[in-house]
């Protein structure tokens, strides 16, 4: 029957095609969001679910914190609930070596790793002497002291209204309109993504996920767990750290505000949605934190006076219902779909891949 | 002869994979001792967790069959309503409370007492167990092993139970102390007219104590009958020892 | 001038005791971690608003209102979401009471705006004087009723049968099942109690301060305060909450108003550090 070879020769031209709709969708889509058209045909904004490059540059930037958190807690087994405090090092050390120092951007950004990566050894530090619930709390108390030290650097050496950042240049080219900050952040968003992915398929990422599964287990097999932990937490850190301080850039000027423990919260948010220890769930998550606000703000009419009960909701307390819509998707993806978007989207695979055996 | 316990055809899964006990049919008469034998893993706590309403916890599910309580249908219903209905439990490991007193051990196994009660249910059980009276003060977690499985008992004996139901009264005990409270099962059996289905890993004790028996192996009932019966039986000792398995493998 | 910080500290202290014991209930009946104790204070609060401005209830009939009203939210709670997530990993369920107080926040926004409301009861105000301290009446209060409910509670808890069977649901869930006594109904009954206890302590700052979403961050502090006291002792809680109060106050007096905050988490990282177990906690270090 020719079913085997069909079965084993599809998978590599699919994966080609799939590959490559991608790329150009991805290229495309800072023209379609900039013009507002596609292929020349016009497009309301209600058809682009409201996005702007903005947006999706935001989105960029989140899907990298939320990829370090799902390494970090998905895939090393640690959690986290501090993890606004490596972005607030990031925005913390942009500002001391670029906007104190003036150092060139590239070396602020590898700087601001190394600063992420400190703190982060030091918050994993805790997990040397205490485990679970109490190491949770370990990481919400570092979350108050990396943000407090912020808010007393920035008082100490700027002012209330917040702390400005230069527009970034490599090189000679500033990166100044959202186009080029797509063009920036989408290949970051890219290698961070191989990259841990890689960092997973090792082996040291093979031992990190034993080591999540069952500590004692792997620590028989000769894995140092302790060693394995503030590496992770490092890495984590740095990528986070970088996010940071991208994000202090890309709005130009930050307060200490910027990183409350809600801050934190969303990206957890991310990764429950998307699927914990997933990478590409983590994309999910992202994806789906910045879509919601728009879709909300979409579905709102102008005003609230001749609208109903729901569109008086949507007009005067749309952030809150955006919260609130949020919290309450967790807390069902929580209950009914604890693997998130991708272990249902690996679900859904499976039954299809059964059903397409039996054809 | 009324049944106290009557299961017809139980059949019980774990975790939707396989049948962990198959077509089960086991009885106790009133006032009757039944013992429950088999080798580790052939499915008697299974069964004890099924009739006493503690598969949930296990993640396990009754896909058939029937238990009936002093011909009440009782399948499936959560342990704490079995407690109430007269189904008194002796699980596996003693189960006390660590932290607790020994009589306030008791009076937990007292609160389906009406309260006018509670105090003779507790002299009832000191007069039983003269070193629970003696202890009635200190921690349950400080106890020796058959310190708390005398505790156990009286636990469950206080609410005056039809049936009672004892997993593995024997296993982590000093050989001399597990003879001693047999001894006073016994004494309770024919005081008190309580039924007893007894778990028990130590076949040669539990045939001694018991009027009659069932064999498990694998999930299924592969013997029943008298104590002496049982105990006569070849089959009996290769179920147990799952040497019938073996010599069938060599002969193939 | 040490002595009103002191005392302050202490009246502030006895509400997070009461906080943080009923964060305790919760955490030694049901294992869950719940941070939307905080928020708990805030439905408090905000429960207090409505039975006193709103429906305009006499006062007695108001604290009958917020009790019964707060008891249901716990048990509501419980039975719709923590009973599902039975047996699941931590994680899934800190972030699930994490996304409650989300959802609770957004909800009490929308029902009566971003804005705090103030809140006025019929409670003493004015000061007391002793000596050189100043004690103003509503804190006087706030301390007695708070010491008022916890040692109710102790007693509920160590002398009454219901107690015993929630004592023993606490020691062991499968002991308790085997012996009869119905854990759920006992899980329900701890989470009423948790949310109660938040929910005295929300109507007292809300009129202290204001009622308004921000005081979750103040219910909040009774996390480093079950964690400093102990986390599953009862009296852990209570001295925790003192402490943090105390430590609070003084921190805001003489280091910056700030800092109290900071210093408090600081001493929750040592605490983990040095003797995570806590004050009155048993050694068991963390949940793996």
């Known amino acids: 029957m020719n079913t085997t070879t069909y079965s084993t020769a599809t998978p590599k031209l699919g994966a080609w095609v799939w590959l490559l709709c991608w790329t150009s969708a991805l290229v495309y889509l800072p023209t379609l969001l900039t013009e507002r058209a596609l292929f020349g045909m016009a497009l309301s904004n209600t058809q682009l679910l409201n996005l702007g490059l903005t947006q999706i540059n935001l989105m960029l930037i989140s899907m990298l914190g939320a990829l370090s958190l799902n390494y970090l807690t998905g895939c090393a087994g640690l959690i986290s609930i501090g993890h606004a405090a490596f972005f607030a090092t990031g925005a913390m050390a942009a500002a001391v070596f670029d906007t104190q120092l003036g150092w060139p951007f590239p070396c602020v950004l590898l700087a601001c790793a190394v600063a992420g990566a400190l703190v982060g050894t030091l918050a994993g530090l805790p997990s040397l002497r205490v485990r679970g619930l109490y190491f949770v709390l370990s990481t919400l108390a570092v979350h108050y002291v990396v943000t407090y030290v912020f808010l007393e650097y920035q008082f100490k050496f700027f002012d209330v209204v917040g702390i400005p950042y230069a527009t970034p240049r490599i090189g000679d080219i500033e990166i100044n309109t959202p186009v080029r900050w797509y063009a920036f952040l989408l290949p970051l968003v890219i290698l961070v993504y191989l990259g841990l992915k890689a960092s997973l398929q090792s082996r040291e990422g093979l031992a990190m996920r034993a080591m999540r599964d069952h500590e004692l287990a792997a620590t028989s097999v000769g894995v140092d767990v302790r060693i394995l932990r503030l590496k992770a937490f490092g890495l984590s850190s740095a990528i986070a750290s970088v996010a940071g301080a991208l994000f202090a850039y890309y709005l130009s000027n930050i307060t200490s505000e910027a990183f409350n423990i809600n801050f934190a919260i969303q990206f957890i948010a991310m990764i429950i949605i998307g699927g914990m220890g997933s990478l590409p769930g983590s994309l999910v998550g992202a994806a789906i934190w910045l879509l919601l606000p728009s879709i909300i703000a979409g579905l709102s009419p102008q005003s609230s006076e001749d609208a109903g009960f729901m569109g008086k909701l949507l007009v005067e307390h749309r952030a809150q219902l955006v919260q609130l819509i949020f919290s309450v998707m967790v807390i069902v993806f929580l209950i009914f779909a604890p693997s998130g978007v991708a272990g249902l989207g690996r679900s859904l695979k499976n039954r299809l891949d059964a059903w397409r055996q039996g054809l | ?252 | ?288």
């Open chain 2, 1 to 252: 002869m009324s049944l106290v316990l009557d299961i017809q055809g139980l059949s019980v899964v774990y975790n939707r994979k396989g049948l962990a006990l198959e077509d089960i049919s086991l009885g106790v008469p009133k006032g009757g001792i039944v013992a429950l034998l088999g080798a580790n893993g052939a499915g008697k706590t299974t069964l004890i967790r099924a009739v006493t309403g503690l598969l949930d916890l296990h993640h396990g599910h009754i896909v058939a069959g029937q238990v009936r309580l002093s011909g009440v249908s009782v399948t499936g219903l959560p342990a704490h309503t079995l407690v109430r209905l007269g189904m008194g439990q002796v699980p596996e490991g003693r189960l006390v409370f660590k932290h607790l007193s020994v009589e306030d051990n008791l009076r937990v196994g007292a609160a389906v007492l009406p309260r006018a009660q509670v105090q003779d249910g507790l002299d009832a059980v000191y007069h039983l167990f003269p070193r629970l009276l003696e202890r009635r003060a200190q921690a349950a977690g400080w106890m020796s092993g058959g310190e708390q499985q005398m505790l156990a008992l009286g636990r469950a004996m206080i609410a005056k139970p039809k049936l009672l139901l004892v997993d593995e009264l024997s296993l982590g005990l000093a050989p001399l102390i597990v003879l001693e409270i047999y001894k006073q099962l016994r004494v309770i059996g024919e005081t008190l007219g309580t039924a007893m289905l007894v778990v028990e890993q130590n076949a040669h004790l539990a045939l001694s104590f018991a009027q009659s028996a069932y064999v498990l192996n694998q999930g299924r009932v592969v013997l029943s009958g008298t104590a002496a019966e049982v105990a006569a039986n070849p089959l009996m000792k290769s179920s147990y020892l799952g040497q019938a398995r073996a010599a069938g493998e060599s002969q193939a």
């Open chain 3, 1 to 288: 001038m040490f002595e009103q910080v002191f005392f302050s500290g202490l009246a502030l202290g006895s509400i997070y005791g009461l906080v943080a014991l009923g964060f305790t209930v919760i955490f030694k009946a049901t294992d869950v971690f719940n941070f939307a104790q905080g928020m708990f204070v805030v439905c408090g609060a905000y429960l207090a608003v409505t039975a006193i401005s709103i429906l305009q209830l006499p006062f007695a009939l108001a604290i009958v209102f917020i009790v019964v009203a707060s008891a249901l939210l716990g048990v509501l709670i419980h039975m719709t979401l923590i009973q599902p997530l039975l047996g699941r990993p931590m994680l899934s369920v800190i972030m699930l009471t994490i996304a409650l107080s989300i959802a609770l926040r957004a909800l009490i926004e929308i029902m009566f705006g971003p804005q705090g409301r103030s809140l006025t009861t019929p409670l003493p105000t004015g000061v007391l004087m002793l000596g050189s301290v100043r004690i103003s009446y509503l804190h006087l209060t706030a301390a007695l009723v708070s010491w008022a409910c916890m040692a109710g509670f102790g007693l509920f808890f160590r002398f009454t049968s219901v107690g015993l069977l929630m004592r023993a649901s606490a020691d062991s869930h499968e002991a308790a099942v085997v012996s009869g006594v119905n854990v759920n109904t006992m899980n329900r009954l701890a989470w009423a109690i948790g949310s109660t206890l938040a929910a005295v302590g929300g109507l007292f700052l809300g009129q202290l301060q204001i009622a308004s979403t921000e005081l979750e961050g103040i219910g909040l502090l009774a996390l480093p305060a079950v964690v400093i006291g102990g986390m599953q002792s009862i009296p852990g809680a209570i001295v925790g909450g003192l402490l943090v109060g105390i430590i609070e106050q003084m921190a805001a007096t003489y280091i910056s108003p700030k800092s109290s905050d900071i210093v408090i988490y600081v001493l929750l990282l040592l605490i983990l550090m040095v003797r995570p177990w806590g004050l009155f906690g048993q050694r068991e270090l963390g949940r793996v």
